[in-house]
């Protein structure tokens, strides 16, 4: 029978986020969900997701309980805001495909993220809450630094 159900293709891609789902669970790397709203918008939305490499993964661990766990938070934000704002008009069109409510907010979307890996929570319950990125978070510490004493302009 026609017209009974989700269409194919709809059914199609929510076998491929279960698989991806699946997988991202067992690889041991961390995942960053990313999220967007408009900028009088209390909610974020969902709008993609960018998988860990071993390195994020030392960086995650760090922040978890290290010795240096602002440095490591401060290397997860730089390297999601740069995965981020260096891609940022695809990004956007992506939004305000399956957003089309943002459109007029194009210019003034906000974003973030939030880490999932295991025992992340347990560790940092702040974990949980989105860390909204901005552009000064591609400058590493070194570099504010710099610009705070005028060097390097």
Do not use: H
């Not at 408009?38 to 939305?45: I, L």
């Not at 702040?126 to 552009?135: C, P, R, V």
């Amino acid at each position: 029978m026609k017209g009974r159900g989700p269409p194919e293709s709809l059914v199609q891609q929510q076998r491929e986020m279960q698989e991806y789902m699946r997988a991202r669970e067992t690889s041991g790397l961390p995942t960053f969900d990313l999220y967007c709203r408009g900028p009088n918008s209390p909610s974020w939305y969902p709008c993609g997701a960018l998988g860990g490499d071993e390195q994020s993964k030392q960086l995650v661990e760090s922040w978890m309980g290290g010795l240096l766990s602002d440095l490591a938070k401060g290397g997860l934000d730089r390297g999601v805001a740069g995965s981020v704002f260096n891609d940022k008009p695809a990004l956007v069109a992506r939004v305000l495909e399956q957003y089309p409510q943002l459109k007029k907010s194009r210019k003034d979307l906000s974003f973030g993220y939030k880490v999932s890996y295991a025992g992340l929570l347990e560790k940092r319950p702040q974990a949980k809450e989105i860390t909204e990125l901005t552009e000064d978070m591609l400058e590493s510490p070194l570099d504010k630094v710099k610009s705070a004493f005028g060097f390097g302009k």
